[in-house]
């Protein structure tokens, strides 16, 4: 099996919490901007029920293509759960905690990627 891309995980990623009706998806490419990661996934979920089916679709869909995370952080109940896969970082927020950490302002030079056709 080929070693995913960054850009194909990211991607992969995007539909599956789009599967499962996350809110708010964004996808920002920090490759210029981050020593640490390449992109960002950031998406928002209703409840603490709809956090945890979005990252275990993220993780199942990931894990089909032969990718698991470096590390994950974060539960439900926190209202943001993080989940490293080492060149991309997905984080799924409840909306008030997306809202109070307000991670696309703080990476407001990062370009946004577009999703279309993914």
């Not at 996934?41 to 993220?58: E, M, P, V």
């Amino acid at each position: 099996m080929t070693r995913l891309t960054a850009e194909r995980k990211v991607r992969c990623a995007a539909g599956a919490a789009r599967d499962k009706r996350a809110t708010d998806l964004v996808v920002l490419d920090v490759q210029g901007l981050s020593s640490v990661t390449d992109y960002f996934l950031l998406c928002s979920g209703k409840s603490t029920t709809h956090l945890k089916t979005i990252t275990d679709a993220i993780r199942d869909e990931l894990k089909r293509e032969g990718a698991r995370p470096l590390h994950a952080e974060g539960v439900a109940a926190s209202g943001w759960i993080l989940l490293d896969y080492g060149d991309v970082l997905m984080h799924v927020f409840l909306e008030e905690t997306r809202a109070y950490y307000a991670l696309e302002r703080l990476w407001g030079d990062a370009p946004a990627v577009s999703l279309d056709g993914s």
